[in-house]
């Protein structure tokens, strides 16, 4: 039995014209309807990565095996217009393409789908469990993307937990380019009393669940040249926080863009905007409302939470998109990358002095 995500596509019959179509007889004979009323419409769903962004390094078991299905259903796919380079080792795909095709399918197989699930598990619940105080170990590391980087080794810069506290951050002897830090995070309830805030968070959130854009993973080169990305009618959290933070400051508002992490076993990079209302910064952030609205377990009013309010797994930096969360220059013009892993909390220290066993 497959699962469909709450809020996916519903299936619908491909065009009778076109690539897809007249695969129709193939269709039938491998994986009929799930192939017919999910793969192919997703094929003509996805928005692909402009070709100048480009980078087709996945081979054909890679990406079935990203996506959960078979080589032979892919290689039907590429006829229907997926695209991919041909080589002389068959063909390529671009690693984003494959993911964004994942999402669209609605069938719950596909590595992005299955991450997005557990990330999205914050959404269900109810609200008060959003605020509670939680104490989180985490390991960060920071790496260059360039080969043989001979620049002074990347370091996490440290976190600026939201109303709560870096209860330690030490450099991870183990490990070079990691540190190890533990986080209290707290929520706070909050909401915009303008309409103009509001409309800001709910407008973009429109746009994404009437598919007139288009939610997708995209390459760092594109993520940084977020004007691009807009026109091409994609946006993921650091797109989507350009353009609120641009709206905002055209309407005469202070408004910033932050990055941090959604805490949990394996941290998920995230980026909001915020702007400041009567005093309080308030987070707008509306690409995680779309995203739980795309998950039957997650509450309702999640949507309205995220238009004002922080949620205890949101892990904050004081670094806006065009920052790094770690300190490094590279000569070679790498990019640096820092990941996130939950930890198990550290064992108690052993009693020492007068009254230990």
Same mark, same amino acid.
């Given at each position: 039995?497959?699962?469909?995500?709450?809020?996916?596509?519903?299936?619908?019959?491909?065009?009778?014209?076109?690539?897809?179509?007249?695969?129709?007889?193939?269709?039938?004979?491998?994986?009929? +309807?799930?192939?017919?009323?999910?793969?192919?419409?997703?094929?003509?769903?996805?928005?692909?990565?402009?070709?100048?962004?480009?980078?087709?390094?996945? +081979?054909?078991?890679?990406?079935?095996?990203?996506?959960?299905?078979?080589?032979?259903?892919?290689?039907?796919?590429?006829?229907? &217009?997926?695209?991919?380079?041909?080589?002389?080792? %068959?063909?390529?795909?671009?690693?984003?393409?494959?993911?964004?095709?994942?999402?669209?399918?609605?069938? &719950?197989?596909?590595?992005?789908?299955?991450?997005?699930?557990?990330?999205?598990?914050?959404?269900?619940?109810?609200?008060?469990?959003?605020?509670?105080?939680?104490?989180?170990?985490?390991?960060?590391?920071?790496?260059?993307?360039?080969?043989?980087?001979?620049?002074?080794?990347?370091?996490?810069?440290?976190?600026?937990?939201?109303?709560? $506290?870096? +209860?330690?951050?030490?450099?991870?002897?183990?490990?070079?380019?990691?540190?190890?830090?533990?986080?209290?995070?707290? &929520?706070?309830?909050?909401?915009?009393?303008?309409?103009?805030?509001?409309?800001?968070?709910?407008?973009?959130?429109?746009?994404?669940?009437?598919?007139?854009?288009?939610?997708?993973?995209?390459?760092?080169?594109?993520?940084?040249?977020?004007?691009?990305?807009?026109?091409?009618?994609?946006?993921?959290?650091?797109?989507?926080?350009?353009?609120?933070?641009?709206?905002?400051?055209?309407?005469?508002?202070?408004?910033?863009?932050?990055?941090?992490?959604?805490? %949990?076993?394996?941290?998920?990079?995230?980026?909001?905007?915020?702007?400041?209302?009567?005093?309080?910064?308030?987070?707008?952030?509306?690409?995680?409302?779309?995203?739980?609205?795309?998950?039957?377990?997650?509450? /309702?009013?999640?949507?309205?939470?995220?238009?004002?309010?922080?949620?205890?797994?949101?892990?904050?930096?004081?670094?806006?998109?065009?920052?790094?969360?770690?300190?490094?220059?590279?000569?070679?013009?790498?990019?640096?990358?820092?990941?996130? $892993?939950?930890?198990?909390?550290?064992?108690?220290?052993?009693?020492?002095?007068?009254?230990? /066993?």
């Amino acid at each position: 039995m497959t699962s469909t995500l709450a809020g996916a596509p519903r299936p619908v019959a491909p065009r009778a014209a076109g690539p897809a179509a007249r695969l129709l007889p193939k269709a039938r004979a491998n994986g009929g +309807d799930e192939l017919w009323y999910h793969w192919l419409p997703a094929v003509d769903r996805i928005i692909p990565v402009p070709d100048e962004y480009r980078s087709p390094r996945l +081979d054909l078991a890679e990406a079935a095996r990203e996506l959960g299905t078979t080589e032979e259903l892919l290689e039907l796919l590429v006829g229907a &217009g997926l695209p991919a380079a041909e080589t002389a080792d %068959g063909p390529r795909f671009d690693y984003h393409d494959i993911m964004n095709l994942g999402l669209s399918t609605g069938l &719950g197989r596909s590595l992005a789908e299955l991450g997005e699930r557990q990330c999205l598990r914050l959404a269900a619940g109810q609200p008060q469990a959003w605020l509670t105080e939680r104490t989180t170990r985490i390991r960060l590391t920071a790496t260059c993307s360039a080969p043989g980087c001979d620049g002074t080794p990347p370091l996490p810069a440290a976190p600026r937990p939201e109303g709560g $506290r870096l +209860d330690g951050f030490a450099a991870d002897p183990n490990e070079p380019g990691s540190v190890i830090a533990t986080v209290t995070t707290v &929520g706070a309830a909050d909401a915009p009393r303008s309409e103009t805030v509001r409309r800001i968070h709910d407008d973009l959130l429109d746009l994404l669940l009437t598919g007139e854009y288009q939610y997708s993973w995209l390459p760092d080169a594109l993520r940084e040249r977020p004007a691009t990305a807009w026109e091409n009618r994609t946006v993921d959290c650091v797109i989507a926080a350009w353009r609120m933070r641009e709206q905002a400051r055209a309407a005469g508002l202070e408004a910033r863009t932050r990055r941090g992490f959604l805490l %949990g076993l394996v941290g998920v990079e995230h980026a909001w905007t915020e702007v400041l209302e009567d005093g309080r910064w308030l987070p707008l952030d509306p690409v995680l409302a779309f995203l739980a609205s795309r998950h039957k377990a997650s509450n /309702p009013d999640f949507s309205r939470f995220t238009c004002g309010s922080f949620h205890n797994r949101l892990l904050a930096w004081d670094r806006s998109i065009e920052q790094s969360l770690a300190d490094h220059t590279c000569p070679h013009g790498g990019r640096v990358r820092v990941d996130c $892993r939950q930890l198990p909390p550290a064992p108690p220290s052993s009693p020492v002095g007068p009254g230990a /066993p």
